[in-house]
C-alpha cells in the first residue's frame, strides 16, 4: 500500500500581511486624529482673576471686567495657551478674549489693569503688557 497523498497547500493570497498591516496603521491613525480633535473642543476653563472697570472711565454705560483665564484639554491635559478677556460677563463667559503663552511651569498673575478711554492695559506679574482696544469689547461684543 502507498501512503496517502499530502494534503494540498492553502492557496496563499500574497501580501495579505502587508493589507492587513496598512489597515491596522490606518485605523490607529484614524483613532489618534479624532483624539487630537476631541482633545482640542473639550477645554477646562478656569478664572484666575479679574478686575473691574473704574466708575472713573466711561465706555457705553455698562460695566466692563478684564479676567485671566488658565486653559486645560480635559483628554489629554494639555496646557494650553492662557487668555485674558474682556467683556461684560463678570464670569468671563463671553468677551474679547486675547490668547497668549509665557513659556513657564507656573501660572500669569493679573498684577493690575489700567484703564483708559482707549482700552484697558493688563499687566501680568511677569512684566509683559496687553493692550485691548475699547473698540474690541465695546458696543455689545
Do not use: C, K, Q
Not at 97 to 115: M, T
Not at 130 to 137: C, G, L, R
Amino acid at each position: 500500500m502507498s501512503p496517502d497523498p499530502p494534503p494540498p497547500a492553502r492557496a496563499r493570497v500574497p501580501g495579505i500581511r502587508l493589507v492587513l498591516g496598512m489597515a491596522v496603521a490606518l485605523l490607529l491613525f484614524v483613532f489618534l486624529l479624532i483624539a487630537v480633535f476631541v482633545d482640542t473642543r473639550m477645554v477646562r476653563t478656569e478664572v484666575l482673576h479679574t478686575e473691574t472697570r473704574p466708575a472713573t472711565v466711561e465706555y457705553d454705560g455698562a460695566t466692563y471686567y478684564a479676567g485671566l483665564l488658565r486653559r486645560e484639554s480635559l483628554l489629554l491635559h494639555r496646557r494650553l495657551p492662557d487668555v485674558i478677556v474682556v467683556g461684560r460677563d463678570p464670569g468671563m463667559g463671553y468677551g474679547h478674549p486675547v490668547y497668549f503663552e509665557i513659556l513657564g511651569n507656573r501660572d500669569p498673575a493679573l498684577e493690575s489693569a489700567r484703564w483708559s478711554p482707549e482700552g484697558v492695559t493688563v499687566r501680568l506679574d511677569s512684566g509683559h503688557e496687553i493692550f485691548v482696544p475699547a473698540a474690541a469689547f465695546t458696543g455689545g461684543r
